[in-house]
C-alpha cells in the first residue's frame, strides 16, 4: 500500500467518514421510530412506566431527517416530535405526575414560525432567528428531560 498515491488514501479517508456519518444518522432515526412505536405499544397496553421510558428515549434521539432536508421534512419531524410531548403529557398524567412540556410547544410554535417564514412570498428566512429558536428548544428539551429522568426514578 505503499505504492499508492497520498491522494488516493485521503479519498478514502473522506470516503470511510461519510459511510460512518451515513450509518451514524441512519441508525439514530432508526432507533428514534423503534422507541417511538415501541412507546405506543407501552400506551396501548396501559404500562405507562415502561411507555414513559421509551418516549423519552424517543424524545432524546429525535432530530431532524438529515437525508431530506426540505421544508415539509422540517414541518413532519416537529409534528413527531410535538406528538411525543402529548403522549408524554399524557401518560405522565396517568401515573399522576404533572409534566408540564409547555414551553417545549411553545419552543416547537417558534421554529415552526422561522421555517414558515422561508417559504412565505417575500419573506427570507433569519438565520439568527431560526438558530435562537432551535437553541431554545434545545434548551426546553433539555430541561425537559431532566424532569423526565426524575419521574423514571
Not at 434521539?61 to 409534528?79: H, M, R
Request: with cysteine; aromatic share 10%.
Amino acid at each position: 500500500m505503499n505504492h499508492l498515491p497520498s491522494s488516493f488514501l485521503v479519498v478514502l479517508a473522506f470516503v470511510t467518514l461519510a459511510v460512518g456519518l451515513i450509518f451514524y444518522f441512519v441508525s439514530r432515526r432508526f432507533l428514534f421510530l423503534i422507541c417511538k412505536k415501541n412507546g405506543k405499544d407501552a400506551i396501548a397496553r396501559n404500562d405507562y412506566k415502561r411507555a414513559i421510558t421509551l418516549l423519552s428515549a424517543s424524545e432524546r434521539l429525535w432530530g431532524f431527517n438529515v437525508a431530506k432536508q426540505t421544508i415539509p421534512s422540517f414541518e413532519n419531524d416537529l409534528a413527531m416530535l410535538d406528538e411525543i410531548y402529548n403522549d408524554l403529557y399524557m401518560v405522565s398524567r396517568s401515573v399522576g405526575v404533572d409534566l408540564d412540556v409547555t414551553e417545549c410547544r411553545e419552543c416547537i410554535k417558534a421554529v415552526q414560525s422561522e421555517i414558515q417564514c422561508n417559504i412565505a412570498p417575500g419573506k427570507r428566512l433569519s438565520g439568527n432567528k431560526y438558530v435562537a429558536a432551535v437553541m431554545r428548544l434545545k434548551s426546553a428539551r433539555y430541561n425537559l428531560r431532566s424532569r423526565l429522568r426524575q419521574i423514571a426514578r
